[in-house]
Antibody
Framework: EVQLVESGGGLVQPGGSLRLSCAASGFTFGAYTMNWVRQAPGKGLEWVSHISGSGTPIYYTDSVKGRFTISRDNVKNLLYLQMNSLRAEDTAVYYC????????????????WGQGTLVTVSS | DLQLTQSPSFLSASIGDRLTITCRTSHDIANYLAWYQQKPGKAPKALIYAASTLQSGVPSRFSGSGSGTEFTLTISSLQPEDFATYYCQQVNSYPLLTFGGGTKVQIK
């Protein structure tokens, strides 16, 4: 059974840092691209970052470039999101999501998601 | 930037109703669109990829169609467990993805 379990969220002051983790099990972790997606309270979904199975390439949404760093450990089956210089607008539930490539259609989807971890940036 | 516009934003419906949600994109994305369902306090669940292909385990009352700039998610007969918020997602510019604003389906 595929499982993704996020941890590391919490309350942090503006300008502070947090590192989120996503523990993966039930599949060959290194074979899959992984993503972080966030959802501000009462708002919609926002893609944050992507990392390929090998660790490169990496991509970020513009609002987090230079502040967030995505990484992975394919031995420990862990995905990370290091978040620095946090702002109030980064307050959200952060989800990790698996993104398989569907060879038949040449398309993608986020087929499994973790339960999310809440990050609150406030003084 | 590629924009996704879902309509309606809110929808009231009854059990057994046929329901259609529309997702329009600002640029032609062929069939590179996915749909998700999210219930309050829960993670999104994948429903459809490549505009019309059901994810494994998704009930057949769900269907997707469209290509280019207009897409639809249809629920043929609404069930109690279908009351949720639905999101479309373009994957044409993968990995730089965007989601639609969501459609909340409420009980009438």
């Amino acid at each position: 059974e595929v499982q993704l379990v996020e941890s590391g969220g919490g309350l942090v002051q503006p300008g502070g840092s947090l590192r989120l983790s996503c523990a993966a099990s039930g599949f060959t972790f290194g074979a899959y691209t992984m993503n972080w997606v966030r959802q501000a309270p009462g708002k919609g979904l926002e893609w944050v970052s992507h990392i390929s199975g090998s660790g490169t390439p990496i991509y970020y949404t513009d609002s987090v470039k230079g502040r967030f760093t995505i990484s992975r450990d394919n031995v420990k089956n862990l995905l990370y999101l290091q978040m620095n210089s946090l702002r109030a607008e980064d307050t959200a539930v952060y989800y990790c999501a698996r993104a398989p490539y569907y060879y038949g259609s040449g398309s993608y989807s986020f087929d499994f998601w973790g339960q999310g971890t809440l990050v609150t940036v406030s003084s | 930037d590629l924009q996704l516009t879902q309509s309606p934003s809110f929808l009231s419906a009854s059990i057994g109703d046929r329901l259609t949600i529309t997702c329009r994109t600002s640029h032609d994305i062929a069939n590179y669109l996915a749909w998700y369902q999210q219930k309050p306090g829960k993670a999104p669940k994948a429903l459809i990829y490549a505009a019309s292909t059901l994810q494994s385990g998704v009930p057949s009352r769900f269907s997707g169609s469209g290509s280019g700039t207009e897409f639809t998610l249809t629920i043929s007969s609404l069930q109690p467990e279908d009351f949720a918020t639905y999101y479309c997602q373009q994957v044409n510019s993968y990995p730089l993805l965007t989601f639609g604003g969501g459609t909340k389906v409420q009980i009438k």
